[in-house]
């Protein structure tokens, strides 16, 4: 499984950016995928998951209301929208599946089996 994440950039705050992650292989639809963002001298952290088939979405307190994760099955991807974006945003933003089949989408980055390369927001106020 390879994940190439894309979209990352430089913008102000309150603006907005939209991230995608293309992922190969064929069973995708199957999997849970989420996002997780590392800042700098920062620990990495959850942001957002979806579950198989887009049944649940979950987030983390600090993006609820301001980003989206959706997936399109049909072109392998998985997005994050990022809107009212803040300087606390900026980081390495990694998405990742987790192959386990579970009932829920996981929080925990050790669920996580497949990963990204990450790609930088950088939000400046």
């Known amino acids: 499984v390879q994940l190439q994440a894309s979209g990352g950039g430089s913008v102000q705050a309150g603006g907005s950016l939209r991230l995608s992650c293309v992922v190969s292989?064929?069973?995708?639809?199957?999997?849970?995928m989420g996002w997780f963002r590392q800042a700098p001298e920062k620990e990495r952290e959850f942001v957002a998951a979806v579950s198989r088939r887009a049944s649940g979405t979950f987030y983390a307190d600090s993006v609820k209301g301001r980003f989206t994760i959706s997936r399109d099955d049909a072109k392998n991807t998985v997005y994050l929208q990022m809107n009212s974006l803040k300087p606390e945003d900026t980081g390495v933003y990694y998405c990742a599946v987790d192959s386990t089949i579970r009932s829920y989408a996981s929080r925990n980055e050790p669920d996580y089996d497949y990963w990204g390369q990450g790609t930088l927001v950088t939000v400046s106020s």
């Open positions: 292989g064929r069973t995708f639809s199957s999997k849970i």
